[in-house]
């Protein structure tokens, strides 16, 4: 079990299994979480999901987070677990490059936002200009579409600006609140799942672009029927309307061919920083 990350891992017992103890149970099934918030504020999100699929399913299910958004996709090329909830735009690149099967999306939509301090008194992105933003990882879809916002309006990465990777979300907006970076890149959405304790004292400087939320793959090797017991599962999923529609607590639906390609916009980027990593 050890894959040498920071486990955040949970596993449910369903009741069809104790009902049933001389029959032997199925492998627990294991689904990895890009690591977009803390691993004790992941594990207590995505509680209702896992015993959603556990209850389906009728077995155990065991969740994961990766130390860090690199070491998630070196995860996903070299050891995936079964399940992997991964950016929109790495859905795609693992479905045409590394064999894998897109289940079910999240969000049709969110926006990437750049952030500042609520008491900065930067007018536009121009302020940025040696100055310092935070990042997930120049991978993450936010990260993306931030920078490529940024360089249509004349500022390139490591010559206008430094990149500081952050290891979550509300991490970075600790960090923005220290003064440790300038500027932080993150989606609309992931600003609804804070935890109390992050400092909000941010502010909206742009609306950088619109994105998609993430996607649930499948990896390779997995016969036609298991796909679709576990695309089945995971639609059935049904959110919590007293709380916001984010990633976390959305209802999920088949990705669409249509869907898929128009993530291939984002393809070229990825893969130059994917290169360069």
Do not use: C
């Not at 929109?88 to 897109?102: K, M, N, Q, V």
Request: glycine share 6%; aromatic share 4%; no cysteine.
């Amino acid at each position: 079990m050890n894959r040498r990350r920071r486990g955040l891992v949970a596993a449910v017992a369903a009741s069809v299994l104790a009902a049933q103890p001389l029959r032997a149970q199925p492998p627990a099934l294991r689904i990895a979480l890009v690591p977009f918030l803390s691993p004790t504020v992941m594990l207590a999100a995505f509680r209702p999901l896992r015993e959603h699929l556990a209850r389906e399913l009728g077995r155990s299910v065991e969740l994961y987070t990766a130390r860090s958004f690199a070491a998630l996709l070196t995860q996903i090329q070299h050891a995936p677990d079964d399940l992997t909830l991964v950016a929109a735009h790495i859905a795609r690149l693992a479905e045409r490059d590394w064999g894998f099967t897109p289940l079910a999306a999240t969000l049709e939509q969110t926006t990437a936002q750049l952030l500042v301090r609520a008491d900065s008194r930067w007018a536009d992105a121009q302020a940025l200009r040696g100055g310092s933003l935070g990042l997930l990882d120049r991978r993450a879809l936010p990260a993306i579409v931030t920078m490529t916002w940024l360089h249509a309006r004349g500022l390139e990465a490591d010559r206008d600006y430094r990149v500081v990777v952050q290891p979550s979300a509300d991490s970075a907006l600790h960090a923005l609140a220290r003064g440790s970076v300038d500027a932080v890149a993150l989606a609309a959405s992931q600003l609804q799942v804070m935890p109390p304790s992050t400092p909000r004292n941010e502010r909206v400087l742009a609306d950088t672009g619109a994105m998609p939320g993430p996607i649930y793959i499948a990896r390779p090797g997995l016969g036609a029927g298991e796909l679709g017991r576990l695309r089945a599962a995971l639609l059935r999923f049904e959110p919590d309307p007293a709380q916001p529609e984010t990633a976390i607590n959305t209802r999920l639906r088949s990705p669409t061919p249509a869907g898929l390609a128009a993530l291939d916009v984002f393809l070229p980027k990825l893969r130059r920083e994917m290169a360069r990593a």
